[in-house]
């Protein structure tokens, strides 16, 4: 582990995109303390004002402040889709974990469950669940969760089998170490890196779900701020105002991109040798776009 946090903090990339991340939360968390204005205050006066001192990413169609919106607008986003990611993993892992320790029947029934779970496209399922339960934030977390606890009880299984072959496993096992020892002291600690990167990587998919589910109405519900409702309402004067919809649609490509190369980093921390060849590609892509000629591999 020591290994992999060096290998991290000497990934530039890695730590421009963690201190980005960090800063996005933090100021969704701070929204109610750092926004100039009420997110739904309107003012039809004030409407489609350009950036300004007064308000930073001007107003949109209702006279409301851009800025404040985005702000508070990045606490549904992100904060609902880490929630969502959090329950989803802590369910995938207990299932998982079981699967993949006990094997036999207790195995068998819990993949024949994901088999038919997966056998549905996770956006139909989540569309027809949030249709038969109604809009709101609750039932898209409980939709998506629905959605997407299958496959990473599938995938975590995977990763469990692989480590029970693994010498201290079975070394614990003859010493008579106790199942919930062995699980946690071993298991998740060797798998814990595999599990953050999934995490990681799908945190942006749940972000772009619970945004196109907002964007079809589906979602959030105005007047609350939310990314996706935000570009649902700009919509609507896209071609006498398309600057609407440039702040909630770089909101949502910076941060998705951001938790994509998140995971991608946190993948080549824990197996710089594995991901070499992506590496290489990424720095070379990455260096010519910043005119340089040295490309790193290491």
């Known amino acids: 582990m020591a290994g992999f946090w ?13 201190l980005f991340l960090l800063m996005v939360i933090t100021l969704a968390i701070l929204a109610p303390l750092l926004a100039p204005y009420d997110p739904t205050a309107q003012n039809i006066i004030d409407k489609f004002q350009g950036p300004s001192l007064t308000h930073w990413f001007g107003t949109d169609q209702l006279g409301r402040d851009v800025f404040s919106r985005i702000l508070f607008g990045g606490r549904v986003t992100i904060l609902v889709s880490v929630l969502t990611m959090v329950v989803t993993i802590v369910i995938g892992t207990v299932l998982g974990v079981m699967a993949g320790y006990f094997r036999g029947t207790v195995d068998d029934v819990i993949m024949r469950i994901c088999d038919i779970m997966l056998s549905f496209p996770s956006e139909v399922l989540i569309l027809a669940i949030v249709g038969i339960l109604g809009t709101g934030i609750t039932n898209i977390v409980l939709a998506t969760v629905i959605a997407k606890w299958a496959w990473y009880v599938r995938m975590i299984r995977s990763i469990v089998i692989q480590f029970m072959d693994s010498n201290y496993i079975r070394f614990a096992k003859v010493a008579g170490c106790s199942t919930g020892h062995i699980v946690r002291k071993h298991l998740l600690v060797g798998a814990i890196g595999e599990i953050a990167v999934l995490a990681t990587l799908d945190t942006a998919a749940i972000i772009l779900n619970i945004s196109a589910l907002s964007f079809l109405g589906l979602g959030v519900q105005p007047p609350t701020a939310e990314w996706g409702m935000m570009l649902n309402e700009a919509k609507n004067v896209m071609t006498t105002n398309p600057g609407q919809m440039l702040a909630p649609g770089m909101a949502i490509f910076l941060v998705v991109a951001a938790f994509n190369f998140l995971g991608d980093s946190i ?6 040798k594995i991901n070499k060849g992506f590496k290489q590609k990424r720095y070379s892509l ?11 591999t290491e």
């Open 6 to 18: 060096k290998r991290f903090r000497n990934d530039n990339l890695a730590m421009g995109v963690s």
């Open 267 to 272: 993948q080549e921390a824990l197996n710089p």
């Open 286 to 296: 990455r260096d010519s776009l910043w005119g340089r000629k040295k490309v790193v």
